[in-house]
Nanobody, 125 residues
Framework: QVHLLESGGGSVAAGGSLRLSCAASGDTYSSYCMAWFRQSPGKEREGVIAISPSGADTYYAASMQGRFDISRDNAKNMLYLQMNSLKPGDTAVYYC??????????????????WGQGTQVTVSS
């Protein structure tokens, strides 16, 4: 399994940008599909975006395309989430997650193998 630790969360005004990072350790990071999820108070955890093991392909959740971007550095065992034009509705705890590589094309919360502990993002109006 792979251990995940997010960082980079914080408070930002609406319209601003934030970059989250996720450091991975343990198993072979470059073999995993990686994803970002988020959870707002009172809501279920929802997928944001995923990336294939090589980084060549990205998979957006249906409602997320356009403002968020995912990248990875397999040499450094790092995953990133670039968030632009943030809105108050983006306020949530953001989690990075590891999935088996073959889950990437149909990624979901139920197929996650390992979760990070989460990092809080707060967007003020």
């Amino acid at each position: 399994q792979v251990h995940l630790l997010e960082s980079g969360g914080g408070s930002v005004a609406a319209g601003g940008s934030l970059r989250l990072s996720c450091a991975a350790s343990g198993d072979t990071y470059s073999s995993y599909c990686m994803a970002w999820f988020r959870q707002s108070p009172g809501k279920e955890r929802e997928g944001v975006i995923a990336i294939s093991p090589s980084g060549a392909d990205t998979y957006y959740a249906a409602s997320m395309q356009g403002r968020f971007d995912i990248s990875r550095d397999n040499a450094k065992n790092m995953l990133y989430l670039q968030m632009n034009s943030l809105k108050p509705g983006d306020t949530a705890v953001y989690y990075c997650a590891a999935l088996y590589w073959y889950r990437c094309g149909n990624w979901s919360r139920e197929s996650v193998l390992n979760w990070g502990q989460g990092t809080q993002v707060t967007v003020s109006s």
